[in-house]
């Protein structure tokens, strides 16, 4: 234990989401055949900073070892909790000084984003959170503002970050070529790069359930610019369903992403007027009962929907925002 203290800080002084101090937790000791830990004050998780590894101290035997987190289960063992962050919740360009879009899920032994824009790395940063404990990134169309920040995500997992955790990118057609080419286009020379992890690209077939790693996504046609092959989504979880809008008007196909979902992430570009390509919020307001959530929070709001969203019922997201499923 002595050789890792330079680099370990009890959760309360780093913040960071992967100190596991957020909530109440199990953890999952591998290297002492699956030993389950409860968390007290004398064996509660250390964040390793360099190596974004978390560690439980076992007091019995004088060390720390690497472990790995799974939410607490209820007292009948088969809920679970599943916690959604709003890392960025703003429209492409800053509107109210929001980041771009970033939604990050924890769930057992899972950690994703749905999208992650530009500014997500800044975002993830400035919250506390490695991008190393991301297993995967479930992006809905090929703009900047959703799938722009995954180039800058590369570079460092190579780079500075020394990201060993297997990566899955998962999009609609064409998202392995297109983030090959921004790659190329903003680090010239990057192509020659090898990810010292697993990279892993999987693409969407709309209409259809599909696995990634543990998790089933329903990717619905999104109406929006054809050039990015817009979807929603519907993400099965942890026996929780989470979806998200993505960018694009209202259609009756979309309404199917939210048919009795725990929690619905809508667009909700502009409050008055209605902008071509995206879901505004007339239109969802009119059809917010056809979605048949259970939650709907508005997210993607330009600045003349900021300055109502206090005047509107529904919730609406903020960065840095947690909810639980």
Known sequence: MQAMAHALQWPGVVHDRDSLCYRSIAVIVPSLKDRHERLTPENAPLFDRVSSQVYAVLPEHGVAVECRAVHEQDGGGCNVTVHVQFVGSGDSFGS?????????VDAPGRRFTIDFGTSSLIALTQQGIAHNSIDAILLTHLHGDHCGGVPFL???????AKRTRPLTIAGPAGTQARMQAICEALFPGMHVMTPTFPLTYLEWNVGKPQQVLDLVVTPYPARHTLQTHPTA???????????????????????????????????????NKRVKWHL??????????DFGAKRIILTHMS?????????????CAEDGLVVAL
């Open 96 to 104: 109210g000084g929001r980041f771009q879009t970033c939604i990050l």
């Open 154 to 160: 590369l570079v460092d997992a190579m780079l500075a």
């Open 233 to 271: 989504l519907r993400v099965d979880v942890a026996g929780k369903v989470l979806s998200y809008t993505g960018d694009g008007e209202w259609t009756a196909e979309l309404a199917k992403i939210g048919h009795d979902a725990d929690l619905l992430i809508a667009e909700s570009y502009f409050y």
């Open 280 to 289: 505004n919020y007339p239109e969802l307001r009119a059809h917010k009962d």
């Open 303 to 315: 600045r003349e929907m900021l300055a109502h969203v206090y005047e509107v019922p529904e919730e």
